[in-house]
């Protein structure tokens, strides 16, 4: 057995033997054979066709599982590497999520008021075993959305890792990466959720919980309506 056969095989949440998800997959890549090509193929289908919302739901495995998040289109950072690995795992190419702690400094206004801070924890991106060597993804933010943000949108050619620009096209501090917390073959969901009562505060988190409990909303808030930060 090989070191990457781990990050082959399909798992609860990493459901790449989902039927869905193995359709989706081998529509998007076509005729494709170079498994570069297939990993780019499918970094663009995430990165612009699942929209980023920051405000849905982060503590039930189903909150991140590969087909849902497919079924829904919309999702944050995790649940969107989540789809990208269950993509490649379907397709044949080891496939694994890595983790950091970020500071934003173009969220929304909103956005920092509702975390209480510019530090996000347990950002989450693909990695891909491409020709001998890993490779970083970050799918998190559709083209839509960095144009609102004046941040070039991340673009990703299997042979080199994507990851945030640390300024936007104004020069102005975008993304910094603070902390990495490590790679892993399946989703550390407990440990996430840990991170955020952690961060942002136990109250704060499951007050967050019980508002989707209630509401029986996915999303909390327009995150597109959201005023752009410019302090």
């Known amino acids: 057995m090989n070191a990457e056969d781990i990050y082959l095989k399909p798992t609860d949440v990493i459901d790449s033997d989902n039927p869905d998800i193995i359709e989706f997959a081998h529509k998007v890549v076509g005729n ?3 498994p570069v090509e297939k990993a780019v193929k499918i970094y663009y289908a995430v990165r612009d066709g699942i929209w980023y919302d920051p405000y849905t739901p982060f503590y039930k495995p189903e909150h991140y599982r590969a087909s849902e998040v497919l079924k829904r289109k919309r999702g944050f950072c995790i649940p ?3 789809l990208l690995c269950a993509l490649g ?3 044949n190419i080891p496939s694994r999520l890595a983790f950091f702690d970020v500071r934003n400094h ?3 206004k909103q956005l920092l008021e509702f975390f209480g801070t510019d530090l996000f924890v347990f950002h989450g991106i693909t990695e891909f075993y491409l020709n001998g060597k890993w490779v970083k993804a970050t799918p998190a933010f559709n083209a839509e959305l960095c144009k609102i943000h004046n941040v070039p949108p991340l673009e990703f050619n299997g042979k ?3 990851i945030f620009q640390p300024f936007n096209l104004e020069k102005k501090k975008f993304m910094e990466y603070v902390r990495f917390r490590g790679t ?3 989703l550390p969901l407990q ?3 840990n991170a955020f009562k952690e961060t942002y505060g136990e109250e704060k988190v499951n007050r ?3 508002l989707f409990e209630e509401s029986k909303k996915f999303s909390l808030r327009d995150f597109l309506k959201e005023q752009v930060w410019k302090g």
């Open 160 to 162: 080199e890792d994507s």
């Open 32 to 34: 494709s054979k170079d």
């Open 89 to 91: 795992r379907a397709l």
């Open 80 to 82: 969107k590497a989540v």
């Open 106 to 108: 173009l969220a929304t």
């Open 184 to 186: 892993y073959a399946d």
């Open 191 to 193: 440990e996430i959720v």
């Open 208 to 210: 967050w919980i019980r």
